[in-house]
């Protein structure tokens, strides 16, 4: 599809219609620019659009298309360049990645493309099974010709427990810390599932800053003010930013009383280079896999702790547990098999830490359509996404015909590439191009006896180095 139809969690301009799958900051670059948000409508849940003037106060809210889970609208968007008019419709699909955060599924002249966002769809959880079911009712029995797809924890080794389980091992932590004060990292948006769980059966209020209790009240959560507090002598357990837990922080406080961090992610590793120079501190990894990353070298995923094992001190006063609000592998695994696309799109592609999803699902579909080549920036997508698929067997072939010199150039240069200077050698059979006419075309030039002669002499000079020239022996005969 070309540029300038619609965008998907990209806001810089140039589209026609824009989609936010959800709130957080990774997925809102470009609202926020001088002068507010002028580019045309933007399609979101309800529950974002209800956030959105906190966050962006320049919005204009008469652009603001709230769209509920489950329901469609229809689109008709024109071509920028042939002025031809695509007619689609677009159906939003819980995501369970945080509050208000959507799936986008369009289906029409465009052909059927699933955007997930960030989502976590866990298997065994109900609220999981009627996203599902929904998403199947929508398709219509249709397939999924281009699935751009949440795949931050791609990979076998990163399973994770349900969401209840590690918050009840949370809710044991803070049990066997009766003394401790308790710092929690959190994002503006997110986990309040699991502050609710702790502050129910610990039977004790929770505290957090002033930005996220606004957040709290707009998204109809503790009405009553009876959970959540900006006081900080009403309990002992605080709800703080995500980037201020840090190690450095807790031991400050440990200096004042006893204090424990927790930080629930499910980010269980940490990067290292392939020379193995960490980019962060924290204790030796309990295991390693081999990863290769995008653009870079081979690196390793090393993770912490074991998900199914109990949690465990990741650093001097920090505890860190895989509650995770992105899909694990298998809930991964399971979307492929449900909507089986004919190409799946990683949307989380960092130059550090890419994780390909063809690399582990290339068995859902064939290796032809298994690509990832659709341009893709971070988390923004600005509408190039893959048309209708040619039905198979209709492919169109393009002849080249190229000269064995091109040929041997071309070869030169990937062997260069992939050996990095290594001596190149000729092969040992000979190349056959059959498009190529291999035999070569002469050219009759007429020249007189006494320019021949002069050619030899310069010839034999640059050759010979000023040694003595001698007549030819035979006489040189020209026709």
């Known amino acids: 599809m070309e540029e300038g139809l619609l965008s998907v969690d990209k806001f810089s301009g140039g589209s026609q219609v824009y989609f936010m799958t959800h709130l957080h900051q990774d997925h809102t670059r470009g609202l926020g620019a001088a002068g507010g948000w002028r580019h045309g409508p933007l399609y979101c849940s309800p529950v974002t659009a209800r956030l959105l003037p906190t966050r962006f106060p320049g919005i ?138 702790i502050s129910i059966a610990l039977q004790t209020k929770i505290w957090v800053w002033p930005q996220r209790l606004l957040t709290v009240h707009l998204l109809g959560i503790d009405d009553n003010r009876e959970i959540f507090t900006t006081d900080t002598s009403l309990t002992r357990v605080r709800a703080v930013p995500r980037y201020s837990l840090t190690i450095a922080t807790l031991e400050a406080l440990n200096t004042v009383c006893p204090t424990i961090g927790i930080m629930p992610s499910g980010i269980p590793w940490l990067w290292r280079s392939s020379e193995g120079q960490a980019k962060s501190s924290g204790k030796s990894p309990a295991k390693s896999i081999t990863y290769g990353g995008q653009g870079s070298g081979i690196g390793t995923i090393e993770t912490d702790y074991d998900p199914l094992s109990p949690p465990k001190l990741f650093e001097k006063h920090s505890y860190a547990l895989p509650y995770s609000d992105h899909a694990c592998f298998a809930e991964l695994e399971d979307l492929m098999q449900t909507v089986r696309p004919s190409v799946v799109v990683g949307i989380v592609r960092t130059p550090s830490c890419y994780a390909n999803p063809r690399h582990h699902f290339s068995h859902f579909f064939g290796d032809e359509v298994c690509a990832d080549k659709a341009p893709v920036e971070n988390s923004g997508h600005n509408g190039s996404l893959a048309p209708k698929r040619r039905p198979s067997g209709s492919r169109r072939r393009r002849m080249i015909k190229i000269s064995r010199a091109t040929f041997y150039r071309s070869r030169v240069t990937r062997k260069r590439k992939d050996f990095c200077g290594a001596r190149i050698t000729e092969p040992e059979e000979p190349i056959e191009l059959c498009c190529v006419d291999k035999t070569p075309r002469r050219r009759i030039i007429k020249i007189s006896a006494s320019t021949l002669c002069r050619s030899r002499v310069i010839m034999k000079r640059k050759g010979t180095c000023g040694a003595r020239l001698e007549e030819p022996q035979e006489p040189i005969s020209v026709p």
């Open 60 to 197: 204009d809210a008469s652009l603001i298309r709230p769209i509920a889970p489950g329901e469609s609208a229809p689109l008709s968007l024109s071509s920028p360049t042939s002025g031809r008019i695509f007619s689609l419709h677009v159906t939003a699909i819980p995501a369970l990645h945080c509050p208000g955060s959507l799936m986008y599924l369009f289906r029409g002249d465009l052909g059927c493309m699933l955007f997930t966002g960030d989502f976590r769809w866990e298997l065994g959880c109900e609220e999981a099974r009627s996203a599902k079911k929904a998403l199947l009712e929508a398709l219509a029995g249709d397939s999924v010709d281009v699935l751009y797809m949440d795949n931050t924890y791609c990979h076998p080794t990163l399973n994770f427990p349900p969401r209840h389980v590690v918050a009840e091992q949370i809710v044991n932590i803070i049990r066997a810390h009766p003394d401790h004060e308790v710092i929690i990292g959190v994002n503006n948006l997110g986990k309040e599932d699991l502050l609710l769980h």
